[in-house]
């Protein structure tokens, strides 16, 4: 089983539509956790982080930890084309921890 | 402005020679990494560098080298023993260790390797 697991997708959606990503982890020790997104052939960049539970709302975008569950996931509301990227989540135990990355999920979003 | 500068963008080498990707950043932070990015495989870390002069093997590193001899500048090559290098490479770096934000990695834009 691999540490992070995401669905690679793709997924593709309508303009507009409520997004849902998602991030699986085998690691209970885990506790900070990040979304990066990926244009095609550009570096990621960081888009949320949260530490421990709970939500985070940043605009448009929604963080949520449920270390219960080991589950994560980032919410788009009113997704719109400029969303169209691969998404990665990332976690580390603690702040001087290797971050593992997930595969990314690639998403579209049709306008 | 801060950041994280890779160069070159795109790079072609023949089999069987060295190739140097740099990597540059502003941004005063202590920790820098190499990482690989292959189709459907996420990134996997090949080296990575809390302080000058000091850096550790990540889970891919054979077949690459590094060096940390300036805090901003954390270069790496890739070598004729690496038998898959074309692939995207970024460099990243975060402010290490830091309590408020855990470890969070900002990366460059990334070189394309491609071997001919």
């Known amino acids: 089983q691999k540490e992070v697991e995401q669905d690679p997708g793709p997924l593709s959606v309508p303009e507009g539509a409520i997004v849902s990503l998602n991030c699986t982890y085998s690691n209970s020790a885990f506790q900070y956790f990040m979304w990066y997104r990926q244009y095609s052939r550009k570096g990621p960049e960081l888009l949320m982080y949260?530490?421990?539970?709970g939500n985070k709302e940043d605009g448009r975008f929604t963080a949520q930890v449920d270390k219960s569950s080991k589950y994560i996931s980032l919410f788009i509301r009113d997704s719109q084309p400029s969303d169209s990227a691969t998404y990665l989540c990332?976690?580390?135990?603690?702040?001087?921890?290797?971050?593992?990355f997930g595969p990314g999920t690639s998403l579209s979003v049709i306008p | 402005d801060g950041g994280i500068t890779q160069s070159p963008k795109y790079l072609f080498r023949k089999e069987g020679q060295n190739v140097t990707l740099s990597c540059e950043q502003n941004l005063n932070h202590d920790a820098m990494y190499w990482y690989r990015q292959d189709p459907g495989q996420g990134l996997r870390l090949i080296y990575y560098?809390?302080?000058?002069?000091?850096?550790q093997k990540g889970d891919i590193a054979e077949g690459y080298s590094v060096s940390r001899e300036k805090k901003e500048s954390f270069p790496l090559t890739v070598t004729s023993a690496q038998k898959n290098p074309t692939a995207f490479y970024l460099c990243?770096?975060?402010?290490?260790?830091?309590?408020?934000?855990?470890?969070?990695?900002?990366f460059g834009e990334g070189s394309w390797l491609t071997v001919v």
């Open positions: 990243a770096s975060s402010k290490y260790p830091d309590p408020f934000s855990g470890n969070t990695i900002y």
């Open positions: 949260t530490y421990s539970s």
């Open positions: 990332a976690m580390s135990v603690n702040s001087y921890d290797k971050v593992i």
């Open positions: 560098s809390q302080i000058v002069n000091d850096f």
